[in-house]
């Protein structure tokens, strides 16, 4: 199974749910989780400070990152592309040629809430402290996706 954590910087989001997930995969049952971005602003660049230091503080090490932008080739790569907001989803969804790609793409939150539709907030512009609602709810999305899985 193959995994795609997808925002819009690939620099907050995603890249914790991806670090999350990897830590999480004590049974191998991914064989490959990545992250990108539906945006080019950052590509290059590791995860900003807050993600990184959130992560840090819960002993995940995402600081070598580089972010990425999503391409149509990843369709055929992964198994699943999770969206982290509507607008990722939205945007994925325009990118897809045919039902099978779309059918990869999936919201996060609704692993924890089927079908409630909800996004992971933004925090870039955001105080710090959302980068510890994000952290929790991404860690709970992560839970729930193995175990919704196995
Ligand atoms: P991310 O956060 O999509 O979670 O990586 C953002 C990063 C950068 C920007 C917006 C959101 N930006 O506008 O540059």
Do not use: W
């Not at 997930?21 to 950052?42: C, M, P, R, V, W």
């Not at 509507?86 to 089927?114: G, S």
């Not at 402290?129 to 839970?143: P, Q, R, S, V, W």
């Amino acid at each position: 199974m193959k995994i795609l954590m997808v925002c819009l910087g690939n620099i907050c989001r995603s890249p914790i749910a991806e670090g999350i997930l990897k830590k999480k995969n004590k049974q191998h049952l991914f064989t490959l989780i990545e992250s990108a971005g539906t945006a080019d602003y950052h590509v290059g660049k590791n995860p900003d400070k807050r993600a990184i230091e959130i992560a840090k503080q819960n002993n995940i090490d995402i600081e070598k990152y580089t972010a990425r932008q999503f391409k149509q080739a990843d369709f055929k790569k992964y198994d699943i592309i999770y969206a982290m907001d509507q607008n990722n989803y939205q945007n994925l969804k325009k990118l897809a040629t045919n039902i099978k790609e779309e059918e990869k793409i999936k919201l996060i939150l609704n692993e924890i809430e089927p079908n409630s539709n909800k996004s992971v907030p933004d925090p870039y512009y955001g105080h710090k402290d959302g980068f510890e609602i994000i952290f929790k709810l991404l860690n709970n999305a992560c839970d729930k996706l193995i175990e919704n899985i196995e």
